[in-house]
């Protein structure tokens, strides 16, 4: 049990971290004389708070899946495991 509950960790972390590191990363580079002006007016018009939310809800998502079946795939393995004891 701890080991699952340690490789969540790890996952979750590793996810931070990409995302923060991505996130870093974008905020680094200063936007230049031939900006979007897209992005402008995502920003100006508070709509870029939107898209960030729906990314994090999509990311959250993909993380609930993977553990979803990351435990099903475990029960899966125990069985098989069972089975083959006999």
Same mark, same amino acid.
């Given at each position: 049990?701890?080991?699952?509950?340690?490789?969540?960790?790890?996952?979750?972390?590793?996810?931070?971290?990409?995302?923060?590191?991505?996130?870093?990363? #974008?905020?680094?580079? #200063?936007?230049?004389?031939?900006?979007?002006?897209?992005?402008?007016?995502?920003? #100006?018009?508070?709509? =870029?708070?939107? @898209?960030?939310? #729906? @990314?994090? @809800?999509? =990311?959250?998502?993909?993380? @609930?899946?993977?553990?979803?079946?990351?435990?099903?795939?475990?029960?899966?393995?125990?069985?098989?495991?069972?089975?083959?004891?006999?």
């Amino acid at each position: 049990m701890t080991n699952k509950l340690f490789r969540y960790f790890l996952a979750a972390c590793f996810g931070l971290q990409l995302v923060l590191g991505t996130a870093a990363h #974008a905020w680094a580079q #200063a936007p230049g004389p031939d900006a979007p002006a897209m992005a402008d007016d995502l920003r #100006a018009s508070g709509k =870029i708070y939107v @898209v960030v939310a #729906a @990314v994090v @809800v999509i =990311i959250a998502g993909l993380l @609930v899946y993977l553990i979803a079946l990351d435990r099903k795939v475990g029960r899966l393995e125990k069985r098989t495991t069972d089975l083959t004891d006999f």
